[in-house]
């Protein structure tokens, strides 16, 4: 999917708005637009953890629905941004440089319009996808979007929708060119640290994760603990274990900081 100025993809979900009579409740069985935490999370879902010092936090906006939808506008707000959370949505993790990074391997990632609208500032966040001539979004339960949080401190994130922001009020449009306002379910995450690189959990980071990792990867060991992607390439693999190894004993970059600028880069 193309990065698309938001006056454009406004302009092709208008195409489909002109022939409606107006937004309404969606009938029989609402369809639903919902979070869920990303890993590594909590088995009950409420808490999202990310790297002490600072690093990345995904959430999926999902969607269930029965029609097949050609175009939707997903207003949101972040109620907790800022201080003491200090979790921010960077525009180079969601809309990318080339294309709308929030709509990869979506089910509309086909679709011919789409932008994450960070332009607001956080904590107001705009979604909008249309398909225009693509196929349309047909019935079923997944992902619509990701966001990508770069988090530096234990805290919560609290999502809900802008429902009356002039022109931007959450809908979605059926084939029919029907538009009607889909159930909404809010949530709240809580924020908290793990430390990057602990492959076997026990709180330190040495040569005992570097055989751990080691062992999973090659010889059926027990599953990793926390995430040991230190060098933000999103692999789990044997450069991982050689970078923690140049980290422990030569020196090398910070875990999560491969370009070592002081800045994690996951």
């Given amino acids: 999917m193309k990065k ?15 022939v409606t009579s107006g937004l309404a409740q969606d009938p029989g069985d609402p369809d639903t637009l919902y979070f869920v935490a990303g890993p590594p ?3 009950d879902g409420d808490t999202l953890y990310f790297p002490t010092g600072g690093g990345d936090a995904t959430i999926f906006i999902n969607i269930w629905n029965d029609d097949s939808i050609v175009a939707m506008i997903v207003p949101l ?15 180079s993790k969601n809309n990318g440089s080339t294309q709308a990074l929030c709509f990869v391997g979506s089910r509309v990632e086909h679709f011919g319009l789409g932008t994450c609208n960070l332009s607001f500032m956080p904590p107001k966040v705009l979604y909008g996808a249309s398909a225009m001539t693509a196929d349309p979004m047909p019935p079923g339960n997944g992902l619509f ?3 990508v949080y770069t988090v530096c401190d234990a805290g919560r994130i ?13 809908h979605f449009i059926t084939t029919g060119a029907d538009g ?3 159930q909404f379910r809010s949530r709240c995450f809580n924020l908290l640290s793990y430390p990057r690189g602990d492959a076997n959990g026990d709180e330190k980071v040495d040569i005992a994760d570097v055989v751990y ?5 090659f010889k059926s060991g027990s599953p990793l603990v926390w995430p040991v992607d230190v060098n933000c ?25 491969p370009d070592d600028n002081g800045i994690p880069d996951c």
């Fill in 4 to 18: 698309t100025p938001l006056f454009l993809l406004l302009l092709g979900i208008c195409v489909f708005s002109l």
């Fill in 41 to 43: 999370c909590s088995s």
């Fill in 77 to 91: 707000i972040d109620t907790t941004y800022g201080p003491p959370s200090y979790s921010f949505l960077y525009p």
């Fill in 145 to 147: 979007a990701t966001m």
């Fill in 158 to 170: 609290c999502l809900d929708t802008l429902l009356r922001l002039p022109d931007s009020e959450l």
């Fill in 180 to 182: 009607y306002i889909p």
């Fill in 213 to 217: 990792l080691i062992n999973y990867l």
């Fill in 233 to 257: 390439d999103g692999l789990e693999d044997i450069t991982d274990a050689v970078y923690l190894v140049n980290y422990l004993f030569k020196s090398g970059p910070p875990l999560g900081d």
